[in-house]
């Protein structure tokens, strides 16, 4: 094993998993920071590359440079909110070397699960972010990566520099056919210098740990969930390799949960945008189902998406099919959200394995002391 | 990883365990005259585990003591004659003994004076307790609660006694040199390595059976969580059984 991938693998093992990072709960994955006094923990999911790839497929095909734009925002929208979340330092309140130092580590982060490499460059005088990546998630794929690559990273890079007006683009892309994806953040005015085509988002927010967020996502014992995302991996199903977590060859990524809110958020804007989402994610969940080859499904989502952070859920094949999941992780944007991904893959994953058409079309919310969702056809 | 106070163990002879690919892992084999703990919930093959390490001591003309509480000999020759160990065949040798205790009597002192004499006439190189959850659990029988009440003792100090026998047998098993394998059971969603709570404590090592499923595909996990005088990884891998017993797959990370 090279040198490099000795040092991710340490990181992912040592650092990044076991100890910022609570995996070893079934139903939860969580990452752990203190902020002063109090200890934070922030709900994550561990998420499928092949869904992103298809929900991006999907809008771009439909909706051009409308999707695009929406797409972006979302990605956008989300690093900035999950910076401020995550209490990353900024030029506010940091030195520069505090910020080189948080940069290096987040790149080691990235290095993680979403690249098999990566390296930056800082200009802070210029407002400049460059990175280039080896195998980038999504984007190696479709060419595309708005969400993950230039909005996200964009979105950081804003709230580093607390400047809204800075965005993103991706000038190289392994998809595209280049060597590497290489993403740079900068004011416009550098950016037009390099491409005239690019997206804008200013319309950021920031968001803070607060007590409901706390009550609503704190670690339970679950009922149903047996495995955690540390069984997962420790028994084999999941395997890790040079930045790469994969089940049976399909990568997923580590990400707060609140980007499928912002991204349900994004697309809804554009008409009939919801109707695709629930299409590409129906897609997803038949591949899956796919994937895992004969297995009862009943047990399989339990087992499987527990383990990824989705909460505790059981599969209630009666008369009336629902799949209620105690513990879905709870956000600000809860109650604004028709929950269109989640049910769009458990749509596809039943689907498939009934040979029935299958929609869970509807859900219903209980937050009297967490987030229980139920959804039904 | 390291045990706290000792010295890397070139100089410790070691006892193979008879998993394939274990022995790697824990610089040739568990200590002589250790005692490993292996838990596992139900179904892990605990079991299975100590009948293979029982095996590969007959096959090295090791004298071995396998003492069962929850099967009859007959099923514990059955069960291992699935994996070619032909215990029948390595007793008729004098290879092998299997005891069965008797569940109710084993809050009995004499039970213990009984094996303290079989080991103590035998000098075993290997043996197999299945299961120290069935000592600390076994019901105070009513000779031990007649004889308690002689001496003035009640239930509760009664009850706490099949946890000093467990204590008793380990002393007796260190005394005498033998390379121990301790099977416990360990319950899922209950806290602790062990429903015992107590051999995973006084235990040279501490070996974890898992099962982990996903759908209906099963992986078996195993875990060496500590091992004195020995230098462990500490990380988990998988197993499966195959016909001629366990073997550990590769694990890259």
Same mark, same amino acid.
């Given at each position: 094993?090279?040198?490099?991938?000795?040092?991710?693998?340490?990181?992912?093992? =040592?650092?990044?998993?076991?100890?910022?990072?609570?995996?070893?709960?079934?139903?939860?994955?969580?990452?752990?920071?203190?902020?002063?006094?109090?200890?934070?923990?922030?709900?994550?999911?561990?998420?499928?590359?092949?869904?992103?790839?298809?929900?991006?497929?999907?809008?771009?095909?439909?909706?051009?440079?409308?999707?695009?734009?929406?797409?972006?925002?979302?990605?956008?929208?989300?690093?900035?909110?999950?910076?401020?979340?995550?209490?990353?330092?900024?030029?506010?309140?940091?030195?520069?070397?505090?910020?080189?130092?948080?940069?290096?580590?987040?790149?080691?982060? $990235?290095?993680?699960?979403?690249?098999?490499?990566?390296?930056?460059?800082?200009?802070?005088?210029?407002?400049?972010?460059?990175?280039?990546?080896?195998?980038?998630?999504?984007?190696?794929?479709?060419?595309?990566?708005?969400?993950?690559?230039?909005?996200?990273?964009?979105?950081?890079?804003?709230?580093?520099?607390?400047?809204?007006?800075?965005?993103?683009?991706?000038?190289?892309?392994?998809?595209?056919?280049?060597?590497?994806?290489?993403?740079?953040?900068?004011?416009?005015?550098?950016?037009?210098?390099?491409?005239?085509?690019?997206?804008?988002?200013?319309?950021?927010?920031?968001?803070?740990?607060?007590?409901?967020?706390?009550?609503?996502?704190?670690?339970?014992?679950?009922?149903?969930?047996? =495995?955690?995302?540390?069984?997962?991996?420790?028994?084999?199903?999941?395997?890790?390799?040079?930045?790469?977590?994969?089940?049976?060859?399909?990568?997923?990524?580590?990400?707060?949960?609140?980007?499928?809110?912002?991204?349900?958020?994004?697309?809804?804007?554009?008409?009939?945008?919801?109707?695709?989402?629930?299409?590409?994610?129906?897609?997803?969940?038949?591949? $899956?189902?796919?994937?895992?080859?004969?297995?009862?499904?009943?047990?399989?989502?339990?087992?499987?998406?527990?383990?990824?952070?989705?909460?505790?859920? $059981?599969?209630?094949?009666?008369?009336?099919?629902?799949?209620?999941?105690?513990?879905?992780?709870?956000?600000?944007?809860?109650?604004?959200?028709?929950?269109?991904?989640?049910?769009?893959?458990?749509?596809?994953?039943?689907?498939?394995?009934?040979?029935?058409?299958?929609?869970?079309?509807?859900?219903?919310?209980?937050?009297?002391?967490?987030?229980?969702?139920?959804?039904?056809? | 990883?390291?045990?706290?106070?000792?010295?890397?163990?070139?100089?410790?002879?070691?006892?193979?365990?008879?998993?394939?690919?274990?022995?790697?892992?824990?610089?040739?084999?568990?200590?002589?005259?250790?005692?490993?703990?292996?838990?596992?919930? &139900?179904?892990?093959?605990?079991?299975?585990?100590?009948?293979?390490?029982? &095996?590969?001591?007959?096959?090295?003309?090791?004298?071995?003591?396998?003492?069962?509480?929850?099967?009859?000999?007959?099923?514990?020759?059955?069960? &291992?004659?699935?994996?070619? #160990?032909?215990?029948?065949? #390595?007793?008729?040798?004098?290879?092998?003994?299997?005891?069965?205790?008797?569940?109710?009597?084993?809050?009995?002192?004499?039970?213990?004076?009984?094996?303290?004499?079989?080991?103590?006439?035998?000098?075993?190189?290997?043996?197999?307790?299945?299961?120290?959850?069935?000592?600390?659990?076994?019901?105070?029988?009513?000779?031990?609660?007649?004889?308690?009440?002689?001496?003035?003792?009640?239930?509760?100090?009664?009850?706490?006694?099949?946890?000093?026998?467990?204590?008793?047998?380990?002393?007796?098993?260190?005394?005498?040199?033998?390379?121990?394998?301790?099977?416990?059971?360990?319950?899922?969603?209950?806290?602790?390595?062990?429903?015992?709570?107590?051999?995973?404590?006084?235990?040279?090592?501490?070996?974890?059976?898992?099962?982990?499923?996903?759908?209906?595909?099963?992986?078996?996990?195993?875990?060496?969580?500590?091992?004195?005088?020995?230098?462990?990884?500490?990380?988990?891998?998988?197993?499966?059984?195959?016909?001629?017993?366990?073997?550990?797959?590769?694990?890259?990370?």
């Amino acid at each position: 094993m090279p040198v490099k991938d000795k040092i991710v693998s340490w990181w992912i093992q =040592n650092v990044i998993l076991p100890k910022r990072e609570i995996i070893d709960k079934p139903g939860f994955v969580v990452t752990t920071f203190t902020e002063g006094t109090k200890i934070i923990y922030l709900r994550d999911f561990f998420l499928p590359e092949q869904l992103f790839e298809l929900i991006e497929n999907n809008i771009v095909r439909s909706y051009g440079n409308q999707g695009k734009q929406a797409l972006y925002s979302a990605g956008k929208k989300f690093g900035h909110l999950f910076a401020s979340l995550s209490d990353f330092p900024s030029i506010q309140n940091s030195d520069k070397k505090t910020l080189f130092n948080f940069a290096y580590l987040f790149i080691r982060y $990235l290095e993680g699960t979403y690249a098999k490499q990566a390296n930056h460059e800082m200009d802070f005088e210029k407002k400049m972010f460059s990175i280039s990546f080896k195998d980038y998630i999504i984007c190696r794929h479709n060419g595309f990566g708005y969400i993950m690559t230039d909005g996200g990273i964009a979105g950081i890079w804003s709230f580093v520099m607390q400047d809204k007006s800075l965005e993103g683009v991706q000038l190289k892309c392994q998809g595209r056919g280049d060597d590497e994806c290489f993403v740079i953040c900068a004011p416009e005015k550098s950016i037009e210098e390099k491409t005239e085509i690019f997206f804008r988002e200013t319309d950021l927010s920031e968001l803070k740990f607060d007590i409901m967020y706390k009550a609503m996502n704190e670690i339970r014992e679950t009922t149903y969930a047996k =495995n955690s995302l540390k069984d997962l991996i420790d028994a084999g199903f999941f395997y890790f390799h040079g930045g790469i977590l994969s089940y049976k060859n399909n990568r997923f990524f580590h990400c707060d949960t609140h980007v499928l809110f912002l991204l349900e958020q994004e697309i809804a804007k554009l008409p009939g945008g919801e109707q695709i989402l629930f299409d590409a994610s129906f897609e997803y969940g038949k591949l $899956l189902r796919k994937t895992y080859g004969e297995n009862d499904y009943q047990k399989f989502i339990p087992d499987f998406f527990s383990a990824l952070g989705f909460g505790d859920i $059981l599969v209630v094949d009666s008369e009336n099919l629902r799949i209620v999941t105690m513990f879905y992780p709870w956000t600000i944007f809860s109650k604004q959200t028709k929950y269109i991904i989640y049910r769009g893959i458990m749509s596809g994953i039943v689907s498939d394995a009934t040979g029935k058409d299958i929609k869970f079309n509807n859900f219903n919310e209980d937050i009297s002391q967490y987030l229980t969702l139920t959804i039904t056809v | 990883m390291m045990e706290e106070g000792v010295e890397l163990g070139t100089n410790i002879s070691r006892v193979k365990t008879g998993v394939q690919g274990l022995d790697n892992l824990i610089e040739g084999g568990f200590p002589k005259g250790s005692n490993i703990v292996v838990t596992g919930v &139900a179904g892990t093959g605990k079991s299975i585990f100590g009948m293979g390490f029982i &095996a590969e001591g007959c096959r090295n003309n090791e004298k071995c003591l396998y003492i069962t509480i929850e099967q009859s000999p007959d099923e514990i020759v059955e069960q &291992a004659m699935q994996f070619n #160990w032909d215990f029948n065949q #390595w007793e008729n040798e004098g290879k092998l003994k299997i005891v069965a205790l008797d569940y109710r009597r084993l809050s009995e002192m004499e039970t213990y004076n009984e094996l303290t004499r079989l080991v103590e006439e035998n000098h075993y190189d290997r043996l197999v307790i299945d299961s120290i959850t069935s000592i600390v659990n076994s019901p105070i029988s009513p000779y031990t609660i007649a004889d308690g009440a002689d001496r003035g003792l009640h239930l509760p100090a009664l009850a706490e006694m099949n946890r000093a026998n467990v204590m008793t047998l380990f002393e007796l098993t260190k005394k005498h040199g033998i390379t121990t394998v301790s099977i416990s059971q360990k319950v899922e969603g209950k806290p602790g390595d062990t429903l015992d709570n107590i051999s995973e404590f006084i235990g040279d090592g501490l070996i974890l059976l898992g099962l982990v499923e996903v759908g209906d595909e099963l992986k078996r996990t195993i875990k060496v969580k500590k091992l004195r005088k020995t230098k462990i990884n500490g990380l988990t891998h998988t197993f499966e059984f195959v016909s001629s017993g366990i073997v550990m797959k590769s694990k890259e990370v």
